[in-house]
């Protein structure tokens, strides 16, 4: 079993639409999260961190389940830009592991 | 700023080649990732350096592959001899820190390497 696995999709929503994915860890002892985004043919970057009580970002919003260990991605009012593989990272004891990725595919 | 930069962006060679990857880390960051990325298997972290010095290899697929940072402003990822399996995207990236705040990954734009 992965580490950390996640949907790969795609996801297609429609523009406007809400989107949301999940990413599970298998270890308990994790300590940080992260949610990295990803376009085609291109570097990952930090979309955002994921904190115990959950966060916004504008229209993306992050939640952490400690109990069910896993952590959760929403985008609201999804833009065309939005598409793009996102990443879920977690850290624990010095060690990053990266999920292989979602793919979202927003359609006008 | 200039970021993380990496050189070459894309490199062919033929197995049984000597390969060096080359990043400089954002001038400041004490940390430095070399990832490999393969849709197989996604992105992997290899080794992480923290002031030039080694901390965890256990990433490295094995003895073909070597990575050096001689100072804070430049580092190597080698693999002699190159198979076509190592045919990969590989990304350099540098933190300030691994924690808190100040954790961010930031990556360089990686080199394609194809091994035929």
């Known amino acids: 079993r992965k580490e950390v696995e996640q949907d790969p999709g795609p996801f297609n929503v429609p523009e406007g639409a809400t989107v949301a994915f999940n990413c599970t860890y298998s270890?308990?002892?994790?300590?940080?999260f992260f949610w990295y985004r990803q376009d085609c043919r291109k570097e990952p970057k930090l979309l955002m961190s994921v904190y115990s009580s959950g966060n916004e970002d504008g229209r993306f919003t992050a939640q952490l389940n400690r109990a069910s260990q896993y952590i959760s991605l929403l985008i609201r009012d999804s833009k065309l830009s939005d598409s793009a593989t996102y990443l879920c990272v977690v850290k624990g004891w010095g060690k990053f592991q990266f999920g292989a990725g979602t793919q979202v595919v927003v359609t006008p | 700023d200039a970021g993380v930069i990496q050189s070459p962006r894309h490199e062919v060679t033929e197995m049984g080649q000597e390969v060096t990857l080359r990043c400089k880390p954002i001038s400041g960051h004490d940390y430095l990732f070399w990832y490999r990325q393969t849709m197989m298997r996604g992105l992997e972290l290899l080794i992480y350096?923290?002031?030039?010095?080694?901390?965890?290899d256990s990433g490295m697929p094995e003895d073909r592959f070597s990575a050096k940072m001689p100072n804070a402003s430049f580092s190597t990822l080698k693999i002699q001899p190159s198979e076509p399996r190592d045919s990969a995207v590989y990304f350099c990236a540098s933190s300030l820190a691994l924690a808190g705040t100040r954790y961010e990954q930031f990556f360089g734009p990686g080199t394609r390497l194809t091994v035929l």
């Open positions: 270890n308990s002892a994790s300590q940080s």
């Open positions: 350096f923290n002031n030039n010095v080694p901390i965890d």
